[in-house]
């Protein structure tokens, strides 16, 4: 089936290490993004990239790192430097600069 | 100003009600427009594209006035499992870099 995959569902970690975020597609979609929501709260775009080799910083990138050396990978790593790194984390892509992005199932971060 | 606004809400309207969402955008470069569907504790699913013509969906129609700079979303005859958040979403701006920005979003609850 043709997707995007995120693992692992849930997370749980201790305060002060890193922590990465696995995202796959296998729909060969250029555009790669990385969103974080708190409850009751909207989504915030953390990092997205539009091409291989490349990203560019969302709304929130401090703590957080990308890299984009495949086209089905775009994998998010948490540092020790968020402050508040307990959220829904959520990777989708795109086609493009301008179709529709289609998301992953989200990675439950908990950190204690 | 955020980039896109929406009214949380939450909207408490009874089975067979019509209901209508805002949305507005504050990049009149924008190129691409969405409403996206997300339940509770899951992923942000795709409900429609926004068309400067509008486009109809079964019971919901989508509208964009560009000068405005304003989306709407119009969902008639309310069922149960219409009760999720509404989010609109805006693609592109100036320079076209894809940067995909969610509102944060509407609650609508359908009673019986």
């Known amino acids: 089936d043709g997707g995007i995959t995120q693992s692992p569902k849930y997370l749980f970690r201790k305060e002060g290490q890193n922590v990465t975020l696995s995202c796959e597609q296998n729909?060969?979609?250029?555009?790669m993004y990385w969103y974080r929501q708190d409850p009751g709260q909207g989504l915030r775009l953390i990092y997205y990239s539009q091409i291989v080799n490349d990203f560019q910083k969302g709304d929130i990138a401090e703590g957080y790192s990308v890299s984009r050396e495949k086209k089905e990978s775009f994998p998010l790593t948490v540092t020790s430097a968020q402050k508040n790194p307990t959220a829904f984390y959520l990777c989708a892509s795109s086609q493009d600069r301008n179709t529709e992005a289609f998301f992953g199932q989200g990675t439950r971060l908990t950190v204690v | 100003r955020k980039e896109v606004e929406q009214d949380p809400g939450p909207f408490n309207v009874p089975e067979g009600a019509t209901v209508a969402f805002n949305c507005t955008y504050s990049?009149?470069?924008?190129?691409?427009f969405f409403w996206y569907r997300q339940d509770c504790r899951k992923e942000p699913k795709l409900l429609m594209s926004?068309?400067?013509s509008g486009n109809e969906d079964g019971r919901f129609t989508a509208q964009l006035n560009r000068a405005s700079q304003y989306i709407s979303l119009l969902i008639r005859d309310s069922k149960l499992s219409d009760s999720a958040t509404y989010l609109c979403v805006v693609k592109g701006g100036s320079s076209n870099t894809g940067k995909l920005i969610f509102g944060q979003g509407t609650t609508l609850q359908v009673k019986p």
């Open positions: 729909l060969n979609h250029d555009a």
């Open positions: 990049n009149s470069a924008s190129q691409s």
């Open positions: 926004v068309y400067s």
